[in-house]
């Protein structure tokens, strides 16, 4: 049965590494929910985190085949429940439409989002929370016009203490 993982992919710094991951998904037609790739917490190590909607054994696979790339430290997956995850996503909505009263003001405390920017013909808002979260927000304001809207894609900590850390020690490579 197919259900979300996020994959999350450690990797060295070199120059094409992205493009050999994405192929392992390409060449199984899998869609990528959500691709997004920053910084580890160590350094010279980089984490792409990506989010599919797979069976668990075709998941195990991309996994094993993620690990045989030259350039990738480790490769893990997880299920929801065991991530702590968010998205940021920020939406540009005429700045008129603050001038009818309280509704988007009122809207953005229901949402918990925060205003980043007023400008004279538009106002940016941030939302930090889950897809459905940032969705509802979105809906809502499209109400009112909304010129732009960008959503990032799911950033995760695992709950698992430090399992590169944990890798790297058993291999003696840290």
């Known amino acids: 049965m197919k259900q979300e993982f996020t994959i999350s992919v450690f990797t060295e710094d070199k120059t094409g590494i ?3 991951i994405i192929s392992n998904f390409t060449k199984r ?41 030259v350039d990738v430290i480790k490769a893990f ?12 996503a920020m939406y540009k909505v005429p700045t008129k439409a603050f001038m009818n009263g309280t ?18 013909e538009f106002t940016v808002i941030e939302k930090t929370g889950l897809h459905h979260e940032t969705e509802a927000l979105l809906e ?3 109400k ?17 203490l430090e399992q590169l850390n944990n890798y790297l020690r058993s291999k003696k490579l840290k």
């Open 77 to 88: 997956y997880y299920t929801n429940d065991e991530l702590v995850y968010q998205e940021i």
């Open 29 to 69: 037609h899998i869609n990528l929910e959500s691709i997004i790739a920053s910084a580890s917490s160590m350094e010279g190590i980089y984490r792409i985190i990506i989010v599919v909607n797979v069976t668990e054994d075709t998941v195990k696979k991309i996994v094993a085949q993620l690990d045989k790339q």
């Open 18 to 20: 992205l493009a050999r």
């Open 140 to 142: 809502e304001l499209r």
């Open 144 to 160: 009112y016009g909304i010129f732009e809207f960008v959503r990032s894609g799911r950033i995760a900590i695992s709950r698992p």
């Open 103 to 120: 509704i988007i003001e009122n809207l953005t405390r229901k949402h918990n989002a925060r205003i980043l920017e007023i400008e004279e």
